[in-house]
Nanobody, 117 residues
Framework: QVQLVESGGGLVQPGGSLTLSCAAS????????MGWYRQAPGNQRELVAR???????EYGDSVKGRFTISRDNAKNAVLLQMNSLKPEDTAVYYC???????????WGQGTQVTVSS
């Protein structure tokens, strides 16, 4: 049973930075893709960033140039470095992963990020 463990959420002022972490709770096959999605009240869940096993990355338009995703395949973990945070970045952030391109989707429990002065 794959479990994704998230950490790093919290309260930060506009313009500040925060780093989110997601890792498998125990050893597993390397994920085909790992990434972060977010959902604010009243909004649909949207892609923030994701990284594939070969290193290719993809970012949502709203975070390009501000967020950086990185992966440690040895630990089956992914980090999201968030810089220049804006109030509109406020949301619950969820880790998401697949072991294969068409396989089961695994979700973390979500971690709250609040950007406010």
């Amino acid at each position: 049973q794959v479990q994704l463990v998230e950490s790093g959420g919290g309260l930060v002022q506009p313009g500040g930075s925060l780093t989110l972490s997601c890792a498998a709770s125990e050893s597993a096959r390397i994920f085909y893709v790992m990434g972060w999605y977010r959902q604010a009240p009243g909004n649909q869940r949207e892609l923030v960033a994701r990284v594939f096993s070969g290193g290719t990355t993809e970012y949502g338009d709203s975070v390009k140039g501000r967020f950086t995703i990185s992966r440690d395949n040895a630990k089956n973990a992914v980090l999201l470095q968030m810089n220049s945070l804006k109030p509109e970045d406020t949301a619950v952030y969820y880790c998401r992963a697949r072991l294969t391109s068409g396989g089961s989707i695994y979700w973390g429990q979500g971690t709250q990020v609040t950007v406010s002065s």
